[in-house]
């Protein structure tokens, strides 16, 4: 493989420092770094070495395959409590009239919609609102697999689980073992941001903490189950936070085995607090996913979310250790969106997604939630008449 040229050169480069030899070794020989070798990765790796490695990584653990999978968005409400400064998704309660409301009935009806649709999954996540509680959820769930047994419900994130929970008086076990009662299949990996407090404090204060965000995790991995894992990167944030936040999953991670992907997401600074902010450049998100790739090795999966950073970057980063786009998403979701995200319109059919993977030489492969494989398009041919035309647009309740 390329990747393998590429890194036997690397690590005979004389013109290399200690500990960049010394990562390019390690990586060569399947054997984790550092934090002190990250934290230098971040300062002094540049981006062809660190895509190196982190594409020989990729290769060994996925060789040409680049994942997708085929879902939709399903977001109950935009009003929240919580007042985030990178947010420019929510309104507060006092502003709920700018946002939406959904009942029950309402979000049963939009899971309706895709009943003659091939998608495999749906993605639930929003705001935090009192009647959004324990009952509401368990309710939904087990309406959504009662209506369709098949669709894999993957919702909710720490920050709406410890409002719930909390709300409802038991126990994080307790909690995750009543959603996984109820029909939850897996958690989606949002509401990390960056845990170290001190960062964490000033732009998402009064939500969970990042030691609770990881014990919500623990308590569904304990349960048997799976769960991704973000950060929020590319604000105000320095790379020593980026480097403690990777090492709390990775040493998460080593414990439980339940993390599936890790997806960082870019700050946008679009109609937020932290307008003022400067978002990160193309070169710095591909280094970030590069080095995420290196120091993560316990995780499967580095995934790009191509409506934040848009199509040409999520197909740059296939080459920086990156082996999934997410899917065709069906976008009621605003929450990148409305921060400025490149895909103002985030839908593609299958063909195109299929399109982008193949235009920089992958192997699309159509997955289902926890990675089984559901088609392998290496030897596909679209006719017009096959083509997918592209989901259903889901309306905007405002109450």
């Given at each position: 493989?390329?990747?393998?040229?590429?890194?036997?050169?690397?690590?005979?480069?004389?013109?290399?420092?200690?500990?960049?030899?010394?990562?390019?070794?390690?990586?060569?020989?399947?054997?984790?770094?550092?934090?002190?070798?990250?934290?230098?990765?971040?300062?002094?790796?540049?981006?062809?070495?660190?895509?190196?490695?982190?594409?020989?990584?990729?290769?060994?653990?996925?060789?040409?395959?680049?994942?997708?999978?085929?879902?939709?968005?399903?977001?109950?409400?935009?009003?929240?409590?919580?007042?985030?400064?990178?947010?420019?998704?929510?309104?507060?309660?006092?502003?709920?009239?700018?946002?939406?409301?959904?009942?029950?009935?309402?979000?049963?009806?939009?899971?309706?919609?895709?009943?003659?649709?091939?998608?495999?999954?749906?993605?639930?996540?929003?705001?935090?609102?009192?009647?959004?509680?324990?009952?509401?959820?368990?309710?939904?769930?087990?309406?959504?697999?009662?209506?369709?047994?098949?669709?894999?419900?993957?919702?909710?994130?720490?920050?709406?689980?410890?409002?719930?929970?909390?709300?409802?008086?038991?126990?994080?076990?307790?909690?995750?073992?009543?959603?996984?009662?109820?029909?939850?299949?897996?958690?989606?990996?949002?509401?990390?941001?960056?845990?170290?407090?001190?960062?964490?404090?000033?732009?998402?204060?009064?939500?969970?903490?990042?030691?609770?965000?990881?014990?919500?995790?623990?308590?569904?991995?304990?349960?048997?189950?799976?769960?991704?894992?973000?950060?929020?990167?590319?604000?105000?944030?320095?790379?020593?936070?980026?480097?403690?936040?990777?090492?709390?999953?990775?040493?998460?991670?080593?414990?439980?085995?339940?993390?599936?992907?890790?997806?960082?997401?870019?700050?946008?600074?679009?109609?937020?607090?932290?307008?003022?902010?400067?978002?990160?450049?193309?070169?710095?998100?591909?280094?970030?996913?590069?080095?995420?790739?290196?120091?993560?090795?316990?995780?499967?999966?580095?995934?790009?979310?191509?409506?934040?950073?848009?199509?040409?970057?999520?197909?740059?980063?296939?080459?920086?250790?990156?082996?999934?786009?997410?899917?065709?998403?069906?976008?009621?979701?605003?929450?990148?969106?409305?921060?400025?995200?490149?895909?103002?319109?985030?839908?593609?059919?299958?063909?195109?997604?299929?399109?982008?993977?193949?235009?920089?030489?992958?192997?699309?492969?159509?997955?289902?939630?926890?990675?089984?494989?559901?088609?392998?398009?290496?030897?596909h041919v679209f006719a017009e008449d096959t083509i997918y035309k592209g989901y259903v647009s889901l309306p905007v309740v405002n109450k």
């Open positions: 493989m390329e990747s393998s040229k590429n890194i036997n050169q690397i690590v005979a480069d004389k013109t290399l420092d200690a500990t960049l030899q010394t990562v390019a070794k390690k990586v060569m020989a399947g054997e984790r770094i550092t934090e002190a070798e990250g934290l230098y990765l971040f300062e002094h790796g540049d981006l062809g070495y660190l895509g190196s490695l982190a594409n020989f990584i990729r290769e060994r653990k996925h060789g040409n395959r680049t994942y997708f999978n085929r879902n939709f968005h399903l977001e109950p409400t935009n009003v929240c409590l919580y007042t985030c400064s990178f947010c420019s998704y929510s309104r507060l309660i006092k502003k709920r009239s700018e946002g939406w409301e959904y009942t029950m009935e309402e979000m049963m009806d939009l899971i309706k919609k895709y009943d003659d649709e091939p998608v495999t999954e749906v993605h639930i996540v929003g705001g935090v609102l009192p009647q959004y509680d324990l009952k509401f959820y368990t309710d939904l769930f087990k309406s959504i697999k009662a209506h369709r047994p098949d669709l894999h419900v993957k919702a909710l994130t720490p920050v709406e689980y410890h409002y719930i929970f909390k709300k409802a008086k038991v126990t994080y076990e307790e909690g995750m073992k009543l959603m996984k009662e109820a029909g939850l299949d897996s958690m989606p990996g949002g509401g990390a941001e960056i845990f170290h407090p001190e960062i964490r404090d000033e732009i998402a204060g009064g939500k969970c903490s990042g030691e609770e965000w990881l014990a919500i995790h623990r308590a569904w991995h304990n349960l048997g189950m799976r769960s991704n894992a973000t950060m929020l990167y590319g604000h105000i944030e320095q790379f020593k936070h980026r480097i403690h936040h990777l090492e709390a999953l990775r040493s998460l991670q080593e414990e439980t085995g339940g993390f599936q992907t890790f997806i960082p997401l870019k700050f946008r600074n679009k109609g937020n607090q932290m307008s003022h902010v400067a978002e990160s450049t193309i070169i710095e998100d591909l280094r970030n996913y590069a080095i995420s790739r290196i120091y993560l090795d316990n995780f499967d999966h580095i995934k790009a979310y191509w409506p934040m950073i848009g199509r040409d970057t999520a197909q740059l980063s296939l080459a920086f250790g990156v082996d999934d786009i997410d899917g065709t998403i069906d976008d009621t979701t605003k929450i990148y969106t409305m921060a400025g995200s490149e895909e103002q319109s985030p839908s593609m059919n299958t063909q195109e997604l299929v399109s982008l993977i193949r235009g920089v030489g992958r192997e699309a492969i159509e997955r289902d939630t926890l990675y089984n494989v559901v088609k392998d398009y290496k030897d």
